[in-house]
């Protein structure tokens, strides 16, 4: 690819590990359904710091947009129908090829041409290789998905991160969010939690503690 910059992503000193490796343990995560797909492929590109060329390609593809890119055949149809539809790895770097191309000028009608032939292999080598050093790993993208937080095994990856970010020195400073959940209820995340980057809105996680609480005191409100 040519006239795409990608920011430096990482500061001074830092160790730079191979782009193809990075983007492979995205693999681990699938499979997601549209909105996790979304969501996800949107905040590998925003987090890439990349500038399009075109203005007019937004970084992140509407659930719209992937059913279109699906009946025009740029991208694979997912695994099922209608809301049990999944979507897989290979779903996930032609969707990112796609924006990357999309936002370096190309138009669909090359992209499509250009996709026609081309293996998963090929696809996995050229998005690491346009993403570069600024493509982060997994657990330090910034993922805001709208309503609940990823389901699956990016769910439990999630999870995984919440409970490893637990262990780390809990002398260092931090700061903390508050967010009013209920009458006599408030949750407090450090703003350095996995919860606080990478999970939904303030709205979204109030609501779940909510349900949470209703289930484990079906008796009494909050």
Known sequence: MTGV??????????????PLQVLREYRN??????RDLSALVGA????????PINAAARAQPSERTIRFYVTKGLVSPPEGRGTAATYSYRHFLQL????LRQMEGATLATITK????????????RAAQALGASLLVPDRLQVRSR???PRG???RALT???????ERDTEMPSSWRRIPVGRGLELHIEAAHPLARLGPDDTALAEAIRQAVAKLMPHAGT
């Open 5 to 18: 910059g990608a920011g430096a992503g990482a500061g001074a000193g830092a160790v730079h590990r191979d």
């Open 29 to 34: 995560l699938a499979p997601w359904n549209l």
């Open 44 to 51: 590998v590109l925003d987090a890439s710091a990349i500038t």
């Open 96 to 99: 990112l090829w796609i924006k």
């Open 114 to 125: 250009e996709m026609q032939d081309q293996t998963g292999d090929v696809l996995e080598r």
């Open 147 to 149: 309503g609940a937080p």
């Open 153 to 155: 095994k990016s769910g």
């Open 160 to 166: 995984a991160w919440i409970a490893r970010d637990a």
